[in-house]
């Protein structure tokens, strides 16, 4: 079926949707955890969502995303505690390291690059919190896929 789809519509959508469908035995789910089941109803945490993913690549304030959705840093932080159980951080981390992900497996872009491409100056720094949320290393991820 996700060959049909490739076929259809596009690889990258086959490919969501295997990551989606994907369960084995490992302690860690993360490596498959899609963020698009993390979005909530909260229109205001959909708007934050939203610009965070069209800015991956720059550095983006607690301040700036609260403007975005129209509260204080404060009441965002709660929020999105409230709806996510993260912090506005995580959430951005989040979000950078599913665009990151997507990116290696489709892409041939060097580790540095996508590093780059979503917000990274420091490679190195890209590739702990990749590792952090995802599982494994970028290079490891790459290869797994």
Request: hydrophobic share 45%.
């Amino acid at each position: 079926m996700l060959a049909v789809m490739a076929r259809i519509a596009s690889p990258t959508l086959a490919q969501w949707v295997a990551r989606y469908l994907l369960l084995d035995n490992r302690p860690s789910q993360s490596r498959y955890m899609a963020i698009e089941h993390l979005r909530v109803s909260d229109p205001a945490l959909q708007k934050v969502e939203r610009y965070v993913t069209e800015n991956l690549h720059r550095q983006i304030s607690l301040n700036e995303l609260a403007s975005v959705a129209a509260v204080s840093s404060r009441t965002l932080a709660r929020r999105i505690h409230a709806g996510l159980g993260m912090t506005p951080n995580e959430l951005v981390q989040r979000l950078r390291v599913a665009h990151a992900s997507h990116l290696l497996e489709t892409s041939a872009a060097s580790v540095e690059e996508v590093a780059a491409r979503v917000g990274y100056a420091d490679p190195a720094a890209f590739r702990r919190v990749f590792r952090r949320f995802a599982g494994d290393s970028p290079r490891s991820h790459r290869s797994q896929t």
